[in-house]
């Protein structure tokens, strides 16, 4: 228990102080990148500030696997070139049953940034590109006119002339019913619809419904069962198209069903979606990775874990990268965009500490 507590003292301030580093470069980054659009639209300090107070936690969400790996990676090979590695083996204990708890603490850190992003960062992130947007004069408003959505695989036709996301509300509705066939069912027309967050279907005001009659259309008696169906969620009609990196894992879910619903294309959405819930097991990667490099050398250990925590976390991204193209394009599962890169540098990671000296 002592050699947990010696190693965990060693790692925390590394892990700490690389975090707060990592994240404040991210910070300051965007801020240098937008400071001459701020100062000529002449926005306040008050507000510049309040952009990078939402995108902390944003950018402590980057930072946490590099910090991560920089300070296991630093800790473990300061250890080794002060030989205390080299007497933690010569006692009878192995490097890897040493570092068994920090493997145990990066998985159930893998859990926790998922938590992490999916109740905080997400939501700050939103109000940080709004305000943000406001400051550099980008201004995007989420009501629309003139909509037309797709649902039920195409069997049904939402049509409005305005949404007012405020309100929820559709103005001037026209929903067009077709069967497997795409056979005109009905038409049903409403001057305005409400979106019920209870019964999560479409409340309508006024409507009328007609079916085909020969070559013609004719007025009939409102159907329950068609009005029923109207359950297409009210994030859809929003002006601005839905980015699965920026909502949360539910409203992400949401949107692909409409996707799936509306015969669209959402191989890339799908594979976003799991890697919403593969990236954060990097930081469990990571430590892996600085396990299997222990020892490797004695001689400059701060540059050298430096080097490769930028090293590892490049060449993950860059992997990343690839198989979510592929998984974009239909060459492999979205599945598989999203993991295969986590289970590829889990293999590497096993190779490396089975040839690290234990």
């Known amino acids: 228990m002592k050699l947990v507590f010696y190693l965990f003292k060693k790692i925390i301030p590394l892990f700490l102080g690389a975090m707060f580093f990592f994240a404040l470069v991210l910070n300051l980054v965007d801020l240098f990148m937008n400071i001459s659009t701020y100062l000529q639209n002449g926005s306040e300090a008050k507000d510049i500030l309040t952009v990078m107070l939402f995108y902390i936690p944003k950018t402590v969400w980057y930072a946490v696997p590099v910090a991560m790996l920089f300070s296991v990676s630093y800790a473990l090979s300061d250890m080794y070139a002060t030989n205390e590695i080299q007497a933690l083996l010569a006692s009878g204990v192995s490097l890897f049953r040493f ?3 920090i493997l145990i603490v990066s998985f159930v850190m893998a859990f926790g940034l998922f938590v992490f992003e999916n109740q905080c960062v997400v939501q700050t992130y939103e109000k940080k590109t709004k305000l943000q947007n406001t400051l550099l004069g980008k201004n995007e408003f989420s009501n629309n006119s003139n909509v037309i959505v797709l649902s039920n695989n195409g069997k049904i036709i939402y049509r409005a002339a305005r949404y007012t ?19 005109l069912v009905a038409v049903m027309y409403a001057s305005q619809a409400v979106w019920n967050d ?11 419904q007609y079916v085909p009659y020969e070559d013609t259309l004719v007025r009939t008696e409102i159907s329950g069962g068609l009005a029923a169906q109207l359950t297409e969620s009210y994030e859809i009609f929003r002006k601005t198209n839905v ?12 949107y692909i069903e409409h996707l799936k619903k509306a015969g669209l294309p959402f191989n890339e959405e799908l594979s976003e979606y799991y890697k919403k ?11 892996f990775l600085s396990i299997g490099l222990t020892g490797k050398t004695r001689k400059n250990v701060l540059l050298i874990s430096l080097a490769s925590c930028i ?20 060459y492999i599962s979205a599945f598989a965009g999203a ?20």
Not at 340 to 357: D, G, H, N
């Open 165 to 183: 996301e405020s309100t929820k509300r559709l103005q001037g509705c026209y929903f067009i019913f077709r069967d497997d066939n795409r056979n």
């Open 243 to 254: 980015d699965v990196q920026s909502v949360s894992a539910e409203e992400a879910k949401v």
């Open 339 to 358: 993991w295969s890169p986590v289970i590829f540098f889990t293999i590497i990671s096993i190779i490396l500490l089975r040839y690290a000296r234990t």
């Open 198 to 208: 209870d019964s999560k279907v479409w409340a309508l005001e006024n409507p009328v």
């Open 277 to 287: 819930y593969a990236f954060p097991f990097i930081v469990f990667i990571v430590v």
């Open 99 to 101: 570092t068994i708890p």
């Open 311 to 330: 090293s590892a976390s490049v060449l993950f991204y860059v992997a990343m990268m690839i198989t979510m193209v592929l998984a974009k394009h239909g």
